[in-house]
Nanobody, 123 residues
Framework: QVELVESGGGLVQAGDSLRLSCAASRRSISNYASAWFRQAPGNERDFVAAISAYGEIAYAEFVGGRFIISRDNAKNTMYLQMNSLKPEDTAVYYC?????????????????WGQGTQVTVSS
């Protein structure tokens, strides 16, 4: 069973940037699609961004060009660079890994999850 550990969250002001990391262990991520989701209090866990094993990328519409998903297979780590953060980006951010190479935007198709990292953006 793969283990995913997120880091990089914190409290920032609107307009600031953060880079989230998700380190994987017990399995190489290079052959699998991965994604970031987020969950604000009282809301469902929403899709943010995904990257396939082939490097294909998808973003949620609300990202609006502000976030960049990437992965470093040598480090077995994936990233989410978040720029121009807004108060509405406040949420717990989760990384997830599929058991196949193609990305998906639906959380139910990701069986492997990290514990989440809190991002709080003040106005």
């Amino acid at each position: 069973q793969v283990e995913l550990v997120e880091s990089g969250g914190g409290l920032v002001q609107a307009g600031d940037s953060l880079r989230l990391s998700c380190a994987a262990s017990r399995r190489s991520i290079s052959n699998y699609a991965s994604a970031w989701f987020r969950q604000a209090p009282g809301n469902e866990r929403d899709f943010v961004a995904a990257i396939s094993a082939y490097g294909e990328i998808a973003y949620a519409e609300f990202v609006g060009g502000r976030f960049i998903i990437s992965r470093d297979n040598a480090k077995n780590t994936m990233y989410l660079q978040m720029n121009s953060l807004k108060p509405e980006d406040t949420a717990v951010y989760y990384c997830a890994l599929r058991n196949g190479p193609d990305y998906d935007i639906h959380r139910t198709n990701y069986p492997n999850w990290g514990q989440g990292t809190q991002v709080t953006v003040s106005s």
